[in-house]
């Protein structure tokens, strides 16, 4: 399976630690036997300033095509124009959406029209592992 993994990224204060949670997922799912794809990883090089959207939305939708999911890592309430478009993309393109949130995060637009089995949430980074497990069984 090829999971595109979307994150909130301009909106967040600590980016490093945004940045190693979501290094460690794609990880962890790569250990798994699975591809993954990340934005600021594979196309962005983790550029501090957010790119325009006009140029990240080619290789959205390229990405977001190869994909069979979409992993949606949601770990505050702030919103994401750019998290928005990769769970429209994902529904316009027939993929699985599935969504990672740090508990306490209250109910937001991405999960919205989620099937709540798609849904796990973790406490701290250290439960991640066992959070995407939950997903991937």
Known sequence: MRFYIGYKFTNVADKENLKARVLKI???INSKGHETFV???DVQNWHS?????IKTLPPVFTNMLKANILLSVI?????SVGLLVENVLAML?????YYLVKSG????LYTFFANVDNIVY??????????IQKLLD
Request: no cysteine; net charge neutral; proline share 6%.
């Open 26 to 28: 794609a990880y962890y």
């Open 39 to 41: 934005l600021g990883r």
């Open 49 to 53: 300033s957010p790119f325009p959207m």
């Open 75 to 79: 770990s505050d309430n702030s919103r």
């Open 93 to 97: 393109f027939f993929k699985k959406r």
């Open 105 to 108: 995060v209250g109910e937001n």
């Open 122 to 131: 973790y406490m701290t980074d250290a439960d991640i592992e066992s959070s």
